[in-house]
């Protein structure tokens, strides 16, 4: 008995080495086709990655980089955003900056009031699984706390930090949920493709965007999803032109 | 246009009346009218300084209608003052066939001058309808028959209408003989043919010809390409299609304006030679480039003897034999009564330079610079900097001054490496070509403007500008110093520091980094995650209500305890009961004052070991209760304890305690619950 489970183990940690492994060899590959100047295919190479379901910082900016060269903008953004909130940098900075100017009629983004702006900053501290550890963080301490208390009644810890800490996992959870709202119903993403068809909202004309431009998803509608832009229009789009950011 | 062959012949009299005699000439305006017509006849009277009458005779074929208008008209010929008087009538024919025109008779100092009579056919009917037609399609006129075919907006018209002002100096020119500047516009003299010219002959005395300097060139070497236009005729041409110039860049001479014609032998015969265009060519392709021809249209006229029979009472005239004799002596059918006068003809032609090729050689490859770029001629280069000391809010400005002779609008620009963190803008590039002589020269101007980004010292690096000289076949290098800059930071440093994108792309991160699967699962979707917060919160719960049990029990003892004494106690004294009946002294009393203490022990919590009467009493004193109960319990303990020690007390008292003693419990239970 003790012997199958050994050996299952061991099957188990060759697999995921072996796993490992193959992400890497596929990388160094992908970059080595990129400094060849072959960014089509290199490009194709961190796409399969992406799709397989490899995250890294790095894998999205070195994505973004071949995508740039083969002039595919809106998935180069993409990229560049997802490695941006993985782990920031100023090269994805660069990279980003540069990639944008070079969206055909960018949308400049209306600068929402300050409050709104601090309410996204503090809700964007961290991801949904940031909150969600956050807040499990702040209940493990307080309960510590509280077990103490109640084991060594002489150990002097007074309540409002345990209710400090309390009431930071309730905060905590409230953001996660929030996010979590914003993950399934409110999404960010980047639009992809040539010739988009917006048609507006409020009148009922249709424009034509360009691709990069990051949008937030407003919800289902009949004739495609209804999509917000930087500038605050509402208006539906086909959904395939969107590429769901975060 | 009737006034024209009156010119004309006014214009071949002029170079034969140098004479200071007085002379009078009768000049119809058409040898052959119409009956309705009007015509004009103009008496020309020279050297007339004293003449004090002009008078016509009695005319019964022909009716003044109009005149006379006089004109007067000073030429200089050699020293030689020449005065013409001209009046003009106007007459018109009463009968038909042939009319003479009477000579006019001036008075000139007391003698009498009489002009020749002209003979006219005059026929039925107008011959103005023909003749104004005839002037419609003037081509002396103002108005230009091709000027309809070009419209404004074809760059070639604009050309063409240069060409056509052009033609209209050098025509103005011609005229500029003394006679001619009488004549009203449309009475376009010319000169005088020392020859005639039959039609098929025009393409021998009027034709364009193309001089090229060079043959075979190298690749931006000038050639200089001109079009000349030799002519023994009076013409007026407009070019009409100038050579497309595929294959070179071309720049265009001044010309003299108005264009001076200059006599030239040709073929043995002296022409009269008009430059047209003059243009240096500079070939962008390598081959054989071919220059198309020159094509031009106009007319020429040309002159036809005519003979006239005429009635000539001067037919010895001197003036008359020398007017012809030059030309027409030799004619063997010229006497007296007959005059050989001439008609024109106006001729369309139509006239095409011979196509001219060019062999153009490439620039030698060996040897040439990386740095070459297309220069051909011969050029010097000067290099400034507005500022070497400056703040990263300011722009300076590199300037490049290629000055020489060649190609220069082919020069590309200069490239400078500047340092990384230096913006630059797109270079200003303008030039000045003087075309005045032979040789296009001039300069190329380059302005690089930039502006640092971060402060720092700099280091433009020197340019190197090749061109290629033709004549000693090899290339030339030149370099423009290099600058040294001193850049402090300016106000905007930090904003512009942020500002400052890279000119590409970062490139790919290629080291070695652990790539893993990342599960975009969320932790809250998991009910592991819940489990997290769960699994402490029961076993907080868990440790609340185990301590909460303990509690109980340990309360729950005391309570039991306290809830049993009292049975204790009762079934102690029942015990003691049974001995007051079997009249067991020692063991009655023992007993009750077991019952009595345990009881307190239970009811107070006193530990058995430190029951005692202090720790008792203190006990009832906390749980406050009566002094006279607690005196009572001690008079019962002490009488118990009496009655241990000294026996034989008897039944009575023995039933009175244990009555005492169980009153004292009830009121204890009473007290303490």
Sequence with gaps: MSRIKIISILIFLFGTLIAKSEGNIMFEKANQLYHNKLYDSASNLYQQMINDGYAHAELFYNAGNAYYRTNQIGRAIWCYRKSQLLNDSKYVQDNLALANKRIKQPILSSSPIFFIRWWRAIYSLFSINGWAIFSLSCFFIALGMLFLKKIKSSIGISSLITNTFLGMTLIGLFFMSVRMYQHQYQYRGILIGEGISFTSNTKSESIELNEGIEVIYKGKQKQGILIELPDGRKGVINPSYMLKLD | ?673
């Design chain 2, 1 to 673: 246009m009737k006034y024209i062959l009156t010119s004309l012949i006014v214009l071949f009299s002029v170079g034969y009346l140098l004479a200071q005699d007085v002379s009078v000439t009768t000049v119809p305006a058409a040898r052959k009218v119409g009956i309705q017509d009007p015509f004009e006849v103009q008496y020309v009277i020279r050297n007339a300084r004293n003449a004090q009458s002009f008078s016509l005779p009695q005319m019964k074929d022909l009716q003044v209608l109009d005149g006379p208008s006089r004109s007067t008209q000073m030429i200089e010929v050699n020293g030689h003052r020449t005065m013409i008087v001209q009046l003009t009538y106007v007459f018109k024919a009463r009968k038909t066939g042939q009319v003479v025109i009477p000579g006019g008779v001036v008075v000139s100092d007391g003698r009498e001058l009489k002009s020749n009579n002209v003979t006219i056919e005059v026929i039925n009917g107008s011959v103005m309808s023909r003749q104004s037609r005839r002037q419609q399609a003037d081509p002396f006129g103002d108005e230009d028959p091709f000027a309809d075919l070009f419209g404004d907006e074809d760059p070639f018209a604009a050309m063409q209408k240069h060409q056509q002002q052009m033609m209209q100096m050098m025509q103005r020119q011609m005229q500029q003989s003394p006679m001619a500047q009488r004549m009203q516009p449309q009475q376009r003299a010319q000169q005088q043919p020392s020859e005639l010219i039959s039609r098929n002959d025009i393409a021998n005395n009027l034709f364009i010809k193309v001089n090229v300097d060079k043959r075979s060139v190298m690749l931006g070497e000038q050639i200089t390409v001109s079009y000349k236009l030799y002519t023994r005729l009076p013409m007026e041409i407009n070019l009409t299609k100038l050579p497309s110039l595929n294959g070179f860049w071309s720049q265009d001479f001044k010309l003299p304006q108005p264009p001076k014609p200059v006599k030239e032998i040709y073929n043995g015969k002296e022409f009269q030679v008009f430059e047209i265009k003059r243009t240096a060519l500079f070939p962008t392709q390598t081959g054989t480039l071919e220059l198309d021809a020159a094509e031009a249209e106009g007319i020429a006229r040309i002159l036809k003897p005519k003979r006239v029979r005429q009635e000539n009472p001067f037919g010895d005239d001197p003036f008359a034999s020398s007017f012809f004799g030059s030309m027409m002596m030799n004619d063997p059918a010229f006497n007296d009564s007959y005059l050989t006068t001439y008609d024109y003809e106006d001729i369309p032609v139509k006239l095409k330079s011979m196509p001219v090729s060019i062999t153009v050689n490439d620039i030698p490859v060996a040897n040439r610079p990386s740095t070459y770029d297309g220069a051909v001629g011969n050029y010097t280069i000067e290099s400034n900097i507005d500022k070497t000391e400056l703040t990263t809010d300011d722009v300076a400005t590199i300037s490049f001054k290629i000055t020489g002779t060649g190609n220069l609008k082919m020069i590309g620009t200069p490239v400078i490496r500047f340092p990384e963190d230096i913006d630059t803008y797109d270079p200003k590039v303008s030039d000045t070509i003087t075309n005045t002589n032979d040789i296009i020269a001039g300069y190329k101007s380059f302005l690089y403007s930039f502006t640092p980004r971060i402060p720092g010292a700099f280091t433009i690096p020197s340019t190197d500008f090749t061109y290629f000289d033709p004549n000693l076949k090899e290339f030339k290098t030149l370099t423009t110093p290099s600058y040294t800059l001193h850049v402090k930071p300016g106000k905007n440093e930090n904003q512009s520091a942020q500002n400052r994108l890279p000119k590409d792309i970062h490139d790919i991160n290629a080291t070695a980094i652990k790539i893993e699967k990342v599960s975009r699962s969320i932790l809250p979707a998991s009910p592991f995650y819940w489990g997290g917060f769960a699994l402490p919160l029961l076993a907080y719960i868990g440790l609340i209500a185990y301590r909460k049990k303990e509690d109980e029990l340990v309360s729950n003892t005391v309570l039991f305890k306290n809830k049993r004494a009292n049975k204790i106690a009762l079934k102690r004294l029942e015990q003691a009961s049974n001995y007051l009946k079997s009249s067991s002294q020692s063991e009655f009393f023992e007993e009750t004052s077991k019952a009595v203490w345990l009881y307190l022990s239970d009811k107070l919590t006193i530990p058995l070991s430190s029951l005692s009467k202090e720790v008792a009493a203190q006990k009832m004193k906390e749980k406050s209760i009566s002094s006279e109960l607690q005196s009572e319990l001690f008079r019962i303990t002490d009488e118990c304890e009496m009655a241990l020690y000294a026996p034989d007390r008897g039944t009575m008292k023995m039933h009175q305690t244990y009555s005492d003693a169980f009153k004292l419990i009830g009121k204890l239970e009473d007290e303490l619950s």
